[in-house]
């Protein structure tokens, strides 16, 4: 049997929120939620990447693109249908996670979660480049806005919102120097 497509429907799909240019879109009736994001212009800095809500008729549901990025995805369809309605909300609460790790970034936590704990913003990051023989730092913000730093031990620990996770070689780690030059 020989078989061959000659066009492919279009379907009108409306993409709102923290994208970079929202509104009703034309696409192929074979595309995808991440497909119409894209058309859109792809989600903005602004944009959460854990909640996007896809609205069908009377029935919402979210995707969760960490999903799709870092674990092994199965579940969901992707599948775009005409009249979907995509939402992009604003980013929710995040961690960063700098130095020595295979993915530094800014990564927004789950689904009403406010903090994290350090092995979990770890993973999220990859894991160490280095398995042992790293020095732990967080860096966090008081209610002045002042800047505090706690070395860490282990990887129990919690990272809240807004916190700053940094992983360095232990022998190129400094914390609490001073260092004082000129006449």
């Known amino acids: 049997v ?21 509104g009703l879109k034309q696409i192929t009736g074979l595309s995808t939620i991440i497909d ?3 058309l859109a212009g792809g989600i903005k800095k602004t944009g959460s990447l854990r909640r996007v809500q896809v609205l069908r008729g009377d029935t919402i549901f979210w995707l969760d693109i ?6 092994q995805f199965g579940g969901q369809n992707l599948a775009i249908r005409d009249g979907d309605q995509i939402l992009v909300p604003a980013i929710g609460a995040t961690v960063a996670v700098s130095g020595d790790v295979k993915r530094p970034g ?18 999220l990051a990859g ?34 919102d807004g916190d700053i996770l940094v992983i360095k070689r232990r022998n190129f780690a400094s914390l609490g120097t001073v260092s004082i030059s000129g006449a």
Do not use: C, H, W
Request: charged share 30%; hydrophobic share 40%.
């Open 2 to 22: 020989f078989l061959s497509m000659g066009a492919v429907r279009l379907i009108s799909v409306r993409v709102t929120g923290e994208v970079r240019k929202p």
């Open 36 to 38: 119409a994001i894209s």
């Open 66 to 71: 960490y999903e799709l990025m870092y674990t």
């Open 106 to 123: 800014i990564f927004e936590l789950g689904e009403d979660r406010k903090n994290i704990t350090v092995q979990e913003a770890v993973e």
């Open 127 to 160: 894991g160490n480049i280095r398995s042992k023989g790293n020095s732990l730092i967080i860096k966090s913000f008081d209610a002045e806005g002042r800047e505090t730093f706690r070395k860490l031990d282990g990887n129990q620990s919690i990272l809240d």
